[in-house]
């Protein structure tokens, strides 16, 4: 299933052509703050990298169209989203959430990152009318990058812990 899903989604060259551009300019917005903010450079930039997966899959899928502010069309819930679905969505923010934690050391900023990310692409979703914008979704997301994010926040205190006594 997450073959074909792959498959489907990578085999859409507006996905591509948004995922190439959005990783050099993302990846590299990563890269300087990082160096401005002292934060661990490789996992900064892999943050931005995955954000830019995020976005061309989320939003380059469908051509783009602005339909106006038009919150009405969000859902709480999605009603026939399967459990493959919301592995996807549960896996979609936890690069972002992981690196972002490692490369900052910390777990409530990149937790809290996912999360606005998270409701920013389903209210796009909805505005651009790329694909549906649905509550559960954003909560799912939004859990999975929090996970992740606290994974990260705790490898990088342990490493950075063992790093500072290797000295």
């Known amino acids: 299933m997450l073959g074909s899903m792959a498959g489907v989604v990578l085999g859409q060259r507006s996905v591509l052509v948004i995922f190439a551009v959005g990783a050099v300019l993302?990846?590299?917005?990563?890269?300087?703050?990082?160096?401005?903010?002292?934060?661990?450079r490789a996992p900064a930039v892999l943050a931005g990298v995955s954000l830019a997966l995020a976005v061309a899959v989320t939003q380059g899928r469908q051509p783009f169209q602005f339909g106006g502010l038009n919150f009405s069309?969000?859902?709480l819930t999605s009603g026939g989203a399967g459990i493959s679905e919301a592995g996807l969505n549960?896996?979609?923010?936890?690069?972002?959430?992981?690196f972002a934690a490692v490369a900052t050391g910390?777990?409530?900023?990149?937790?809290?990152?996912?999360?606005?990310?998270?409701?920013?692409?389903?209210?796009?979703?909805?505005?651009?009318?790329t694909g549906f914008c649905v509550g559960q979704d954003a909560l799912i997301n939004?859990?999975?990058?929090?996970?992740?994010?606290?994974?990260g926040g705790l490898v990088a205190r342990h490493w950075f812990r063992r790093s500072k006594h290797a000295t």
């Open 26 to 40: 993302l990846g590299s917005a990563a890269w300087l703050l990082a160096v401005r903010r002292g934060w661990a």
């Open 73 to 75: 069309a969000c859902s």
């Open 90 to 98: 549960f896996a979609m923010l936890m690069p972002l959430g992981l």
């Open 106 to 129: 910390r777990i409530v900023g990149p937790a809290l990152v996912c999360v606005a990310v998270s409701v920013v692409f389903e209210v796009a979703q909805g505005m651009f009318d």
């Open 142 to 151: 939004s859990v999975g990058g929090a996970c992740a994010a606290l994974v």
